[in-house]
């Protein structure tokens, strides 16, 4: 190997395998995805999937592994916490309307945590899914962080829990305003409530593209969905 080819060989090695790759590749991948919603207007085109997506192909034609990836993906994955936190703003500009709300807010986010595990577990039984792929779905609307550890405790696979949750977002981020048109939800708050009770995250961001107020009632069942399936999973668990 000639000096200039090995030069780049380690040159390319270091790159790979230093926090700037997978920092670089992460941010690049969702800016490519939200630059394709943007120009696509197409709720389909959710910059989430398009990024994991663009990683992935990413990696396979770069021969590069997960583990070298998350080296510097782990700092993106870092402010997910802080970003989380953020979504409190909208909610405290619309405090006025979720302070008269507490009901409806309290009731759905309750029906939806409680649907979300029960249909879980009952249809991966009637499925032919082991109990460990039973517990695995169960705790899928709640929050990524709060989904592993739940799936962690219970004894379901937390690895496969965090996909499922991420499907289950960016599910949510695509499908959801559609039914609700399609079944004539108009009111802001009520399509808040229903996108933060079974997207979570992802789905909570599309709300705010949404809305102000939709993204706000959003943010709220996101964390009661978090807490209440924390609740409600061990409970359903030992009943079903």
Known sequence: MTPVLLHGHETWTWLTTSPLFGITVTIAAYALGRVLHERTGSPVVQPVLVAIVAIVVVLKVCGISYAHYLVGGSYVDF????????????????????????????TGVLAGALVSVTTAIVVTNL???SRVLQLTMAPK????????????????????????????????????????????VRDLRARGIA??????GIGTARALTESRTEGAFSALCMGLTAVATSVLVPLLILVL
Do not use: K
């Open 127 to 129: 499925a032919g899914g």
């Open 79 to 106: 402010w997910l916490g802080p970003a989380t936190v953020a979504l409190a703003l909208p909610l405290h500009h619309e405090w006025h309307l979720v302070r008269r709300a507490a009901a409806p807010v309290l």
């Open 195 to 200: 996108m933060g009770s079974v997207s979570h």
């Open 141 to 184: 609307a709640a929050t990524t962080p709060v989904s592993l550890a739940l799936s962690a405790q219970i004894g379901g696979i937390p690895a496969l829990t965090a996909v499922l949750t991420i499907i289950a977002g960016i599910t949510g981020a695509i499908c959801g305003p559609w039914i609700l048109d399609r079944i004539g």
